[in-house]
Each structure stands twice: as C-alpha cells, then as structure tokens.
C-alpha cells in the first residue's frame, strides 16, 4: 500500500529524514558493531493506548534502507488499539533496521499521540452535533502530516494553507477601520469563503451585513456563545475558538456551535510511548 497525500512527496520526506539522521558518515555504530550480513527481526508495538497514526511512513523508512525487507502491518492508521498491541513485524537486514528505527519510529509517536488527542476530544463531544476542527498551528513543514493525524483521531481539517479562505482577524479589522470595512474588501476581491473573528456580540451583524461566511467566536464563555449561536440563527455557520480543553468542549458544544476549533490537538499533544524490538536471526 503506497501512503500519498495532497502536497506531500512521501519519497522526500524520507530522504530528507534519514539524512538528518545519518550525517556524513552513516551510523557508525551500527557498521562497527553489527556484520554486514546479519538479519533481525523485530516488532512495533505501543506502550500506551492509542489511535494509530504513521504506521505506512514508518514501512517507508525501513524499505528505503532495505528494498527487500519484510513488512507485516498488524493494525491499521485510525484503529484505535490498547497497550501492548504489536503493530508492525519485520524482518531484514540488521543495519539497514537499526539505522532506520529512529525515524520511523519519531514519525509514529508523534503522529499516533496527535491522533490520540484528536479522539479524545472528538469523544468528548459525541452527540452534540458539533465537529472538531484542527487549525494551522503546526510544527513548520509537518503540516500535512499533523493534519492527516488529526484526521485519523476523527477530526476535520480546516484551513491547510492561508489561500484555503479568508480569516479576517482582529489586525485586519484594526487596519482596515472596521469589521464592516474588512470584509467588504475581501468580498470586494472575490473571495467566496470568508470566516471573520468577532470577540463582542456587537461584531456579529456587521460582520454577517458586510458577507462574512462562516464566523469563529473567539474566546467567549459558555453563555455569551449560547446568546451569539442564537443571534446567528444558523445563516453562517459558527465556531468557537480559544482556550479549549478537554475538560470545557463538552459544555461548548452544547451551546449550538456548529464547530470547534483545537490548537492544541498539533501544538501539544505528547508522543505515543512505541516501542521497537529486535531479535538476530
């Protein structure tokens, strides 16, 4: 199974991670210390509960280093697996695999803990209607990856890039004189979605007057959200934003909102624990 996204050249990434890895010289520990005709097996498996995220990358990285290595995927990207699930078996050369265990291994953790967040919070608002949103607050050149990961814990991505739509944010209001005056220029530019910030209940109706499509409720409390999903009344859809945790979407979501949107779920979500023994052959 090839592992391909929009915008994401697979071959590159492994490349440029590897070599970030090997330096000049290659890992000189394992060509000191291990023959060159040694052949391990070995296993993945997770010390944590988690949704799994990464596992076709982390083949990517092993079958660069040894094209004729053996793979066995024993779960797949999404399922959402206890500790101790083995989740990948290999077998090949015992260099090209320790040389490779680190990268493969980095992108997993990282991608199965932001999943594993991810479906936390989608859990946490099962029911609602609402839909959880991921945002651009990314580790610079891992975006499509990060948001493939919150993807795979249930949530829905929102903007990629910065020409997905116009958000209309407290410095372009404060620039362009007000929220009215903003968002007639991006109408005016012919931008068809266009999600404008309001923080104040007064900044709904001239914000929806002007051509706002969508509007993101910015750091407003449980009460102030219900009152603003009712001014509303469903002619665009709303959002609520801002210092959102696991313990508050719940509460959120009740309120009518029609998304949330989560920084957290890709700026902190902690590594999956996961693990990779060997054994000689």
């Known amino acids: 199974m090839t592992f391909q996204l929009d915008r994401f050249d697979l071959d590159q990434f492994v490349a440029a991670t590897l070599s970030e890895d090997l330096g000049d010289f290659g890992d000189i520990t394992s060509a000191a210390v291990i023959p060159a005709e040694a052949r391990f097996s070995g296993v993945m498996d997770t010390r944590d509960d988690i949704v799994v995220a990464g596992l076709l990358l982390a083949e990517a990285f092993f079958r660069k280093l040894d094209p004729a290595v053996e793979i066995e995927l024993l779960v797949a990207d999404g399922d959402e697996v206890p500790r101790k699930t083995d989740l990948m078996r290999l077998k090949g050369n015992g260099r090209a695999m320790l040389t490779a265990e680190r990268s493969a291994l980095n992108t997993v953790q990282h991608l199965s803990g932001i999943a594993t967040m991810t479906r936390s919070y989608v859990d946490a608002i099962a029911g609602t209607g609402a839909t959880l949103l991921d945002t651009r607050k990314t580790i610079p050149g891992l975006r499509v990856l990060e948001k493939y990961a919150t993807r795979m814990g249930g949530a829905t991505n929102h903007r990629m ?105 890709t700026q902190s979500a902690p590594a999956a624990d996961i693990g990779l023994d060997f054994v000689q052959l």
Not at 222 to 250: F, M, Q
Not at 257 to 264: K, L, P, T
Request: aromatic share 0%.
């Open 161 to 265: 890039r910065l020409d997905d739509a116009a958000m209309i944010k407290d410095n372009h209001v404060a620039v362009a004189g007000g929220i009215s005056e903003a968002v007639r220029r991006a109408v005016d530019a012919g931008i068809a979605r266009i999600i404008v910030e309001v923080d104040s209940l007064e900044q709904i109706e001239p914000a929806l007057g002007a051509g706002a499509t969508h509007l993101l409720l910015d750091n407003m409390d449980v009460p102030t959200l219900k009152r603003a999903v009712a001014l509303v009344g469903k002619r665009v859809p709303t959002e609520a934003s801002g210092g959102v945790r696991l313990d508050t979407i719940r509460g959120i979501a009740e309120t009518g909102v029609d998304f949330i949107s989560v920084g957290r779920l």
